[in-house]
């Protein structure tokens, strides 16, 4: 396989054509999902010259670790749906490309054994922990314990979540919950039961709550307007995820990358910004570090390459990205991230779209 889009094929073959539409499925007319993807292509690099070096280095630091290169794993649910191993898999793989795992509350393995198999391959590997807060505070508490717990060295607070996302696919194949056999096994033994994941509107309030009851870092994901990026920083949040939930939220929204350059603008390097949804090449990686994230997190691809080859068909989709990343980085004569700026991105067509 060479590319992603070769493993989503095989994927694509392999899964329960439930499950792939779930795995590959947006909200509504799904515009937001397609644009994710599209927004990468309207845009450009220009690559600068006579300046390269070839001893690069694309490791990246971010709270709580420092990952390989400036691409972390998405939290995404459910990924016994997608291969046997499901969510332990992906954190060998993650382990072994040396990056961080956002392991998702809506796991079907507890984070204690993705931790544990993240460590078995490398003792040092990096997990956070993906929260959606819960309106009995001791269900939240709960989980932040077992997460710290399981060592993890940050939390995302998903805030773009008040409610469920209508995927419309689901509704029309009848896929309402996770199938007899698989549970949220994070819920294990808490009230409301194991598939029991409440998304449910949240205030700044129960975030401060969530702060002070923890030292972890606290990263805040799904955030698209620049003045929320300015109160997160006002109320301490220590990084932003620019995201649309892969287009599975609100389906009226912008492509994330679209969403980016204002609110890396608002952060103003205070705290690291970072940024998912629609990355599938390194390319799109450069694009996004240059417009202002520290580091990128991939959704769907993960899932593609685990139900296309389990651990290894990870391992394949997170190092294709390092690859095309670093290709493209020599390419545009840089020697690091820092070294792709704003001024590297261009929209394509004629400038000011005159000759
Ligand atoms: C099948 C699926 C399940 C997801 N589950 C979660 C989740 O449990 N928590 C969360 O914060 N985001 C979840 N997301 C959103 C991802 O974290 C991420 O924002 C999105 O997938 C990025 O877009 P991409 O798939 O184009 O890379 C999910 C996305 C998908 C596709
Ligand atoms: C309770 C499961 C949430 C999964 C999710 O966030 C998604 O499917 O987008």
């Given at each position: ?6 493993l ?73 749906l ?5 969510e ?73 979540s ?29 009230p ?27 990263l ?24 649309n ?85 020599a ?7 820092a ?17």
């Amino acid at each position: 396989m060479t590319t992603i889009a070769e493993l989503h094929d095989r994927a694509r073959q392999r899964l329960v054509p439930e499950y792939y539409d779930y795995f590959a499925g947006g909200a509504a007319d799904e515009t937001a999902l397609a644009d994710n993807e599209r927004a990468f292509r309207r845009l450009a690099l220009m690559p600068r010259v006579l300046r390269g070096r070839a001893d690069r280095d694309i490791s990246v630091e971010l709270p709580g670790a420092r990952a390989s290169m400036p691409v972390v794993v998405a939290p995404t649910a459910f990924h016994r749906l997608a291969h046997p191993d499901g969510e332990l898999a992906t954190a060998r793989a993650a382990a072994a490309a040396g990056t961080v795992l956002i392991a998702s509350m809506a796991a079907t393995v507890g984070v204690g054994e993705m931790a544990a198999a993240a460590r078995a391959v490398d003792p040092g590997a990096a997990l956070w922990f993906q929260l959606y807060l819960q309106s009995d505070t001791r269900v939240t508490e709960t989980l932040v314990r077992r997460a710290t717990d399981a060592g993890c060295s940050a939390l995302v607070v998903t805030v773009d979540s008040p409610v469920f996302g209508r995927h419309e696919r689901d509704r029309r194949n009848g896929f309402a919950d996770l199938p007899a056999g698989f549970a949220a096994e994070n819920m294990r033994d808490l009230p409301g039961g194991r598939r029991n994941i409440e998304m449910t509107p949240m205030s700044w309030e129960h975030l401060d709550r969530l702060r002070a009851s923890t030292s972890l870092p606290v990263l805040l994901k799904g955030i698209l307007h620049p003045e929320d990026a300015h109160l997160a920083i006002e109320r301490g949040a220590d990084g932003i995820v620019v995201s649309n939930h892969g287009g599975r939220q609100l389906d009226a929204v912008p492509a994330s990358i679209d969403a980016l350059p204002r609110i890396a603008e608002v952060a103003g390097g205070r705290v690291p910004v970072l940024l998912d949804g629609g990355v599938r090449r390194g390319s799109d990686v450069a694009i996004a570090l240059a417009l202002g994230a520290v580091a990128v997190g991939v959704g769907r691809p993960v899932i593609w390459g685990l139900a296309a080859d389990g651990e290894l068909g990870v391992r394949q989709v997170l190092e294709l990205l390092r690859e095309e990343f670093d290709h493209t980085l020599a390419l545009c004569g840089g020697q690091g991230p820092a070294d792709l700026t704003r001024d590297l991105v261009t929209v394509r067509g004629p400038e000011g779209g005159k000759w």
